[in-house]
């Protein structure tokens, strides 16, 4: 890996973000949560729209962030070199993936505030258990930790597209898998880093921009061809 291939992605994921934000419309998806309508045994009450995300900002994030995470790692390059450990790279996984899980969740319509706030703690707990892998250079609890802490969100994906088969748009089923493969591998290069090879951070590295420019730029592509233009 190279500081001329971070700042490469700096710039890719800058213009694409300018791009998102600058065209997208207004498309939103709604935050909903239930009011009861009796005791609690009662049948579900009345959905009501708590408010709304905007798509098109939030996919202009996580690409504005991530190009930033690579311009911090081209500028303290030199300290990349001499083991500096990257501590920007999982405190913006812990906002942008968070954000591409809530997008991908939105998509296939779960749309309640609890399940919302599950991912928003589920998702930066399992990049801080990723830092700490790397914190002491061996898997240990912490990386079995953060994969259980992402299955459940994925599991609540899945059952939601199940609810809602055989109307689920194709473009949702491309983000579903695809998000879900990419996703998929960053525990598998984290846990071959450490397994296989011998901790070699460059290598690591190289694997986890990849899969990286890989999600973000499908995300993103799939979310603004089929719902902000």
Known sequence: MTRFFHIGLAVWHGVLGSVVAGLSNDFTLPITGSKMDGPPDAKPGVVTVL???YVGPCVALFLFLASLDHAVAAIWWTRYLEGWRDTQRWIEYSISATLMMMLVALLCGITDITSILHIWVNYPLCMLCGY????????????WLGSALALPVWVGVYVQIGINEPDVPGFVWAIVLSMFILFSLFPVVQWNQFERWSGDKDKADAAYCWLSLGAKTTLALLVFSNTLV
């Open 51 to 53: 408010g709304d995300v």
């Open 132 to 143: 700490f892998v790397e914190y002491r250079r061996r898997l240990g609890i912490w990386f």
